[in-house]
């Protein structure tokens, strides 16, 4: 086998978690930190040695999926067993579109298994607990995960494709959605608008905040993209949604109340929006 294309495949796979993580961690936690310190879901930054901890192990994982993936996408033994469909003609533009949104709803639910998982005792213990490590993640944590972990996120590829006809576009596209909302998850920062978490298509859209309180507490909200099975299960925290606002409150009302000297720190903040609640 010609492993002569595997410098191009960590450089794709690892680029764009670089640009992804790294572009965000520059914005929000370097050129705008201090400024936007109120806005952080957690009150607080993390250790510079959890930023290096955190890119070590994602720096890991992506060379791992570089090796598989080479296997998988360029074996000459393995490649012919895919289900890879050569030219996007072959089944035409509407399975070709329509296909994105089902690889993301088998993903989300391969990947809340698979979480599910590696929270029963032995395998957080020995395994999960390196991603937990990130109880204040930032977008460096993304792909921060054990070897063995990382081997089971991505077998979500392999159960593409020996399961339905993708064309190679589809992979692409897929992992590079894939990571972007990775990154958002770990971000510590939330994007969203107020009151999404509870609007009607909101309510099935995992956030930042989402996620964040899962690092934070280490039970409840293991879903990656949508809130089906967190819904469905009874595994949403109770306290999600009042979370969520609380966070988007200090970010836009008291934001603006910031500037205006009208209150200042995280403690202040937090009392004035007590307030507005009560």
């Given at each position: 086998?010609?492993?002569?294309?595997?410098?191009?495949?960590?450089?794709?796979?690892?680029?764009?978690?670089?640009?992804?993580?790294?572009?965000?961690?520059?914005?929000?936690?370097?050129?705008?930190?201090?400024?936007?310190?109120?806005?952080?879901?957690?009150?607080?930054?993390?250790?510079?040695?959890?930023?290096?901890?955190?890119?070590?192990?994602?720096?890991?994982?992506?060379?791992?999926?570089?090796?598989?993936?080479?296997?998988?996408?360029?074996?000459?033994?393995?490649?012919?067993?895919?289900?890879?469909?050569?030219h996007i003609s072959?089944?035409?533009?509407?399975?070709?579109?329509?296909?994105?949104?089902?690889?993301?709803?088998?993903?989300?639910?391969?990947?809340?298994?698979?979480?599910?998982?590696?929270?029963?005792?032995?395998?957080?213990?020995?395994?999960?607990?390196?991603?937990?490590?990130?109880?204040?993640?930032?977008?460096?944590?993304?792909?921060?995960?054990?070897?063995?972990?990382?081997?089971?996120?991505?077998?979500?590829?392999?159960?593409?494709?020996?399961?339905?006809?993708?064309?190679?576009t589809h992979i692409?596209?897929?992992?590079?959605?894939?990571i972007a909302y990775?990154?958002?998850?770990?971000?510590?920062?939330?994007?969203?608008?107020?009151?999404?978490?509870?609007?009607?298509?909101?309510?099935?859209?995992?956030?930042?905040?989402?996620?964040?309180?899962?690092?934070?507490?280490?039970?409840?909200?293991?879903?990656?993209?949508?809130?089906?099975?967190?819904?469905?299960?009874?595994?949403?925290?109770?306290?999600?949604?009042?979370?969520?606002?609380?966070?988007?409150?200090?970010?836009?009302?008291?934001?603006?109340?910031?500037?205006?000297?009208?209150?200042?720190?995280?403690?202040?903040?937090?009392?004035?929006?007590?307030?507005?609640?009560?």
């Open positions: 086998m010609d492993w002569s294309v595997f410098p191009f495949v960590i450089m794709r796979i690892g680029g764009r978690y670089l640009i992804f993580a790294g572009s965000l961690f520059l914005i929000f936690y370097v050129w705008k930190g201090r400024a936007w310190a109120y806005k952080k879901i957690q009150n607080k930054f993390p250790k510079n040695s959890e930023y290096l901890r955190e890119f070590f192990y994602s720096a890991l994982t992506i060379s791992m999926f570089a090796v598989m993936g080479v296997l998988l996408l360029y074996h000459p033994y393995i490649r012919p067993l895919t289900t890879l469909y050569p072959d089944r035409g533009w509407f399975y070709y579109f329509g296909l994105f949104p089902a690889l993301f709803v088998v993903h989300d639910a391969y990947f809340y298994l698979i979480h599910r998982l590696m929270h029963t005792p032995f395998l957080y213990k020995h395994v999960h607990k390196v991603h937990h490590r990130s109880t204040n993640p930032s977008p460096w944590a993304a792909y921060s995960f054990h070897p063995f972990e990382a081997l089971l996120e991505f077998g979500i590829l392999p159960l593409f494709l020996f399961t339905i006809p993708v064309h190679f692409i596209l897929f992992f590079l959605a894939m990775n990154v958002y998850g770990h971000l510590g920062f939330e994007l969203y608008p107020r009151g999404f978490s509870d609007s009607k298509w909101g309510r099935w859209v995992n956030t930042s905040v989402n996620h964040n309180q899962h690092h934070q507490y280490f039970t409840g909200n293991y879903s990656l993209y949508f809130l089906f099975w967190d819904r469905l299960l009874g595994t949403l925290r109770k306290d999600y949604s009042e979370k969520y606002e609380e966070v988007c409150f200090r970010r836009d009302r008291l934001g603006e109340m910031r500037m205006k000297g009208s209150v200042s720190g995280p403690t202040s903040i937090s009392k004035s929006y007590n307030a507005n609640i009560s």
